[in-house]
């Protein structure tokens, strides 16, 4: 039987939960929230819009702070006081479309270092 997608989960739950999800999910509060770096105001404005679809499509919709060369994405189930199981499916599919690029097959994706990038690069490690 699954559990209540709409109950609030405990901290050490959700916290578990970001622990196994990529790019720095925080929880903060009674929300997760994460930032995406962006290469400027036209980046921001299409990574706003892509998670604006999915999110309209999912029908659970998150607190967007929009900037230049930056998103912020923070999820709370408002009804539920808290975190829940949406937000947590949320955050994962909003990381897997914000942060997607083509590894093989016909698409190619953006040329590293090219001005059309969405997301900034990581530094490279040293």
């Known amino acids: 039987m699954q559990s209540d997608p709409d109950a609030p989960l405990e901290d050490n739950e959700i916290l578990r939960r970001l622990a196994a999800l990529p790019g720095g999910w925080t929880l903060e509060g009674d929300a997760i929230a994460r930032a995406y770096p962006t290469t400027g105001w036209k980046a921001s404005l299409m990574l706003v819009n892509a998670i604006g679809f999915l ?3 999912a029908w659970h919709h998150p607190d ?6 930056r998103v912020r ?3 709370s189930t ?3 006081g808290g ?12 990381e897997a479309l914000a942060t997607w690029t083509p590894q093989g097959g016909a698409l190619e994706g953006v040329p590293p270092g090219s001005s059309h ?3 900034e690069e990581p530094p490279e490690a040293s």
Do not use: F, K, P
Not at 64 to 69: A, P, R
């Open 55 to 57: 999110c309209e499509t």
């Open 64 to 69: 967007i702070t929009l900037s230049w060369g």
């Open 73 to 75: 994405v923070s999820l």
């Open 78 to 80: 408002h009804s539920a």
């Open 83 to 94: 975190v829940t199981a949406r937000d947590l499916e949320l955050a994962e599919r909003i």
């Open 117 to 119: 990038a969405i997301l």
